[in-house]
């Protein structure tokens, strides 16, 4: 038996199927595995047989064996052609669930592995999953079971006690770690001074991490205090200014849902939005911050995003700046924010920049041009 760590909102994830308002078989690429992608070859259904020499197809550019051996060739719309009227798979239909790749299988679960012990999360660009992340201010409590599942896919595994880490920061992953999601989960502090805060947490451990000191970081840890300054809540020309370029990154993109959404935040009245936007919130704020801590865990946040720490701070600072910039302006669109709304908007803006390939890297470029990826920037933005 394994441990692993979860958090509540996971054993109540089921998917939806044909139900589903965004399906994951539309809109991406579908990835196959090398053991999969060997049984579709000794198939004895005459039809699937075909189907899979006509749309499966290996890729040359894979990157894990495990993941992405081979690829589905997507439709004219898209849309996977294993998915039939009813959205529905025909392989899992035809043959059953063991012939699904580890990726169908699996999605939206990501699992890590920390220091030996598993960690599940889900991801909100499924809708079901965001429902659950966002609409309970439980959901993000963690515990840890047992399972006996091996895992095809571990998407970190890091033991901070291996060799290969010995002076590095992340000797020290699970004390710098747990200073970040604690320092994010105050809730009863406005999420931009715990945003602010955080990011005077990072600044020390970047300044570790250039200066190869990374030894020093317990002194840090002990013996650093945040400061009392009290970023302004209300929305600034700053932020949005950054937010909308932080979107032209994006943008165009095949999600309808996120198009639309963008076009409306655009157009909206930001000063109607904004009253809006404080007054949803006042007594929601768990749903941003269920967003926030289960993309943290999932991230193993602050080291796997990007090579630098304070650039992975910066992307998660990007997330909180286009999320609230553009719900504000969706609010002063629309006249009100509603759970379905926001549920709706967040799915779709995790399912865009979840799956950009250049997007981690285009900002980090464009944020470091601008002199922007700095601690005196978010005190200004915030």
């Not at 005459?46 to 550019?61: A, G, P, V």
């Not at 895992?151 to 970190?156: D, L």
């Not at 840090?220 to 937010?243: C, D, G, H």
């Not at 720490?309 to 302006?329: E, H, N, P, S």
């Amino acid at each position: 038996m394994r441990k692993i760590n979860e958090p509540n909102y996971l054993g109540n994830f089921k998917c939806i199927g044909g139900d589903c308002e965004d399906s994951c078989c539309i809109g991406w690429d579908v990835d196959i595995d090398h053991k999969t992608y060997q049984s579709y070859k000794t198939v004895s259904d005459l039809r699937m047989k075909k189907q899979f020499e006509r749309f499966i197809y290996e890729n040359e550019w894979m990157t894990d064996p495990f993941v992405d051996f081979a690829k589905v060739e997507l439709t004219q719309d898209k849309k996977c052609p294993f998915l039939n009227a009813d959205k529905l798979c025909i392989i899992q239909k035809h043959l059953g669930e063991k012939y699904l790749s580890n990726v169908c299988t699996y999605y939206p679960r990501t699992v890590n592995r920390v220091n030996g012990i598993y960690e599940m999360t889900l991801s909100p660009s499924c809708p079901e999953a965001a429902r659950l992340i966002l609409l309970s201010p439980e959901a993000m409590k963690m515990h840890q079971n047992e399972t006996n599942v091996k895992y095809p896919i571990i998407t970190f595994d890091v033991d901070q006690r291996s060799k290969q880490y010995q002076k590095t920061l992340v000797e020290f992953f699970s004390e710098v770690r747990t200073i970040c999601l604690d320092t994010m989960m105050r809730s009863h502090q406005p999420i931009e001074k715990r945003l602010y805060n955080l990011a005077e947490w990072v600044e020390r451990f970047q300044k570790l991490q250039s200066h190869k000191q990374a030894h020093q970081a317990p002194d840090v840890i002990m013996k650093f205090r945040n400061s009392e300054f009290e970023p302004a809540i209300f929305l600034s020309k700053t932020i949005r200014e950054y937010s909308d370029n932080m979107v032209k990154l994006l943008l165009p993109v095949d999600s309808e849902a996120y198009m639309t959404f963008s076009d409306e935040a655009s157009k909206g009245d930001h000063e109607m939005g904004e009253t809006i936007y404080n007054a949803y919130f006042s007594d929601r704020g768990y749903m941003l911050d269920n967003y926030f801590v289960n993309l943290m865990v999932k991230k193993l946040f602050p080291f796997t995003e990007a090579d630098q720490v304070w650039d992975a701070f910066m992307m998660l600072f990007t997330r909180f700046a286009v999320i609230k910039v553009q719900l504000i302006g969706i609010a002063g669109f629309r006249g009100e924010l509603t759970d379905e709304t926001v549920v709706a908007y967040i799915q779709s803006f995790s399912k865009v920049i979840e799956h950009h390939r250049t997007f981690v890297e285009m900002a980090v470029a464009y944020q470091r041009k601008s002199g922007l990826s700095k601690l005196s920037f978010i005190g200004t933005a915030l």
